[in-house]
Nanobody, 124 residues
């Protein structure tokens, strides 16, 4: 059974950096695409970043490109999202997701397993 547990969220000021982590268990992580999504109140869940299973490619949503970085440690079964130059509009609950043989990494339905989320709040 796959279990994803996020941690590291919090309240920061605009311009600060923050790293959120995802502990993944119960999966053969090398076969999974790992992704980060976020959801702000009243908005749909939004793609943030993905690290694909096939070739380890990295993808980012347009709103975070150049500021956020996804990484994974398969030995430790951890996935990280390093967030720099945070803006108030980055405020959301951040979710870790895992999916086998994901083709469309921006699509939430492609991911089979989700964490409970961690709140990131950026004050102006």
């Amino acid at each position: 059974q796959v279990q994803l547990v996020e941690s590291g969220g919090g309240l920061v000021q605009a311009g600060a950096s923050l790293r959120v982590s995802c502990a993944a268990s119960g999966l053969t992580s090398s076969l999974y695409t790992m992704g980060w999504f976020r959801q702000a109140p009243g908005k749909e869940r939004e793609f943030v970043a993905a690290n694909t299973w096939s070739d380890g490619s990295l993808y980012y949503g347009d709103s975070v490109k150049g500021r956020f970085a996804i990484s994974r440690d398969n030995d430790k079964k951890m996935v990280y999202l390093e967030m720099n130059s945070l803006k108030p509009e980055d405020t959301a609950v951040y979710y870790c997701a895992a999916g086998r043989f994901v083709r469309k990494y921006v699509v939430t339905a492609e991911y089979n397993d989700w964490g409970q989320g961690t709140q990131v709040t950026v004050s102006s």
